[in-house]
């Protein structure tokens, strides 16, 4: 027959044991500014991760300090307003997060027209980290995909920026 404390302590060491195996289903996006473009970014990876059926959790972050190792599974870095590069102060998160192969750079381009994705694997550009870059251009789905038609051009972009970026995401351990 067990005795009390070896019964307390089977529980702590399955309990133990069980959070050891368990990964974090929250992402981070971390954003600069509340601004417009980065609002409506963050609403629409949001509601395709949900129309995707994404196990995942998107959490926007603000302040890059607040990010703790091990707290996400994921930590998106979402680089808007910028015709080129990365705005400094989250250059330098990226540049001070240890484990690079936790982010991803999302770059929305201002004033961008072009309606392609580039994906971009981890490289001094990205400053070690893989990069997905897409046009800030925005019409919505458009009228006829109300209807059932096709989605605007603009809006298909956008939905394969998301994919990417999942896709990243779920190729991380």
Do not use: C
């Given at each position: 027959m067990f005795k009390p404390i070896s019964l307390l302590m089977?529980?702590?060491?399955?309990t133990v044991a069980g959070a050891a195996g368990t990964t974090s289903k929250k992402v981070a996006i971390l954003y600069n500014g509340k601004t417009d473009v980065n609002s409506?970014?963050?609403?629409?990876?949001?509601?395709?991760?949900?129309?995707?059926?994404?196990?995942?959790?998107?959490v926007p972050v603000e302040d890059g300090?607040?990010?703790?190792?091990?707290?996400?599974?994921?930590?998106?870095?979402?680089?808007?307003?910028?015709?080129?590069?990365?705005?400094?102060?989250?250059?330098?998160f990226i540049t001070s997060w240890k484990n690079k192969s936790e982010i991803v750079l999302i770059s929305i381009r201002k004033d961008s027209k072009k309606i392609t994705v580039e994906s971009t694997p981890a490289s001094p550009a990205t400053l070690g980290v893989d990069g997905i870059t897409a046009a800030s251009t925005w019409?919505?789905?458009?009228?006829?995909?109300?209807?059932?038609?096709?989605?605007?051009?603009?809006?298909?972009?956008?939905?394969?920026?998301?994919?990417?970026v999942q896709a990243l995401i779920n190729k991380m351990p």
């Open positions: 089977l529980a702590l060491l399955v409506e970014a963050i609403h629409f990876m949001v509601k395709q991760f949900e129309s995707n059926q994404s196990p995942y959790q998107l300090k607040s990010i703790q190792p091990g707290t996400y599974k994921a930590i998106l870095v979402l680089n808007t307003g910028l015709k080129t590069g990365i705005s400094r102060s989250l250059a330098d019409t919505g789905r458009g009228f006829s995909a109300i209807f059932g038609g096709k989605n605007t051009a603009e809006y298909d972009m956008h939905v394969e920026w998301v994919k990417r």
